[in-house]
């Protein structure tokens, strides 16, 4: 795998740093991150950033009476996603955990990953590619060796069976949904098992501004044993669902967030 960086900032200092930057708010950050905080208090917060990027080294200084520069490894991660061509926003819902989110900005020259770790935390993670981010994107969705099931035919259903499946109280009232929507019972009794019990359901939404496609979506439902990939072709119509392996799954998520080549429209991780 391809070097990566990362870094991790606070929300005040990834802001102080987006301003100095001249750079526009982020898809993963909210349009008023200070919101319900008085301006003194406001202040006081990005005054208290600029001394810690300082003491960190990320604001360097350019000579007497000169504004600040901001570390240019820092400047090319916050910079790419503000030149990103695919924005990608990936939920997983492991069983038992809380839900969380990550956003990833790609570029035909770079991809990068932002992770929340912890509450006010947030963690820029750049990579030459999207591939070269698949590891963590695998951990993230709890892909770990799962296989596709054998002679089982891609099935279909609708948005509204699939709403009542995911939502059923046992795996017999799940397999009966399905049944009833003419879903194949070799189909229905393992998804039947997967939507009752999963190991984590995963969802991605790319954004792919300018180009004949500008939506992408799937969904993951991922068991101990295979991945369920539920796709639609419209955002009303029914689902494709289809039993494919984690190894198929990390690379369907890969190939999403690909932004089109340059031009075409319509070493070791280190941490700081």
Not at 77 to 104: F, S, W
Not at 122 to 139: W, Y
Request: aromatic share 6%; glycine share 6%; with cysteine.
């Amino acid at each position: 795998m391809a070097d990566t960086y990362a870094f991790t900032f606070s929300l005040e200092e990834l802001v102080l740093l987006m301003r100095i930057a001249d750079l526009p708010a982020l898809a993963s950050l909210p349009a008023n991150p200070f919101e319900g905080v008085s301006e003194e208090r406001a202040l006081g917060a990005l005054a208290a950033a600029e001394r810690s990027l300082r003491a960190r080294g990320f604001l360097q200084p350019q000579g007497p009476e000169k504004p600040f520069a901001v570390y240019s490894p820092v400047l090319a991660l916050i910079g790419t996603c503000k030149l990103a061509r695919a924005i990608a926003m990936v939920i997983a819902q492991p069983e038992d955990q809380p839900t969380d989110a990550r956003y990833y900005y790609v570029s035909p020259y770079m991809a990068v990953e932002h992770a929340f770790p912890d509450e006010g935390l947030h963690r820029f993670t750049g990579a030459p590619s999207i591939d070269d981010l698949a590891d963590p994107i695998k951990q993230f969705l709890h892909l770990d060796g799962q296989q596709a099931l054998d002679a089982l035919p891609a099935g279909s259903l609708a948005p509204t069976a699939m709403e009542a499946a995911r939502n059923a109280a046992s795996a017999e009232v799940a397999f009966q949904t399905l049944i009833d929507q003419d879903v194949p019972e070799a189909l229905a009794q393992p998804l039947s098992q997967s939507f009752v019990h999963p190991v984590c359901v995963g969802t991605v939404s790319v954004s792919v501004p300018d180009t004949p496609n500008p939506r992408r979506n799937a969904g993951l439902i991922v068991d101990q044993r295979t991945v369920w990939l539920l796709e639609q072709e419209h955002s009303d119509g029914p689902f494709r669902v289809v039993s494919i392996s984690a190894q198929d799954a990390i690379k369907r998520v890969c190939d999403l967030m690909r932004p089109p080549a340059a031009g075409a429209q319509g070493s070791n991780g280190r941490n700081q």
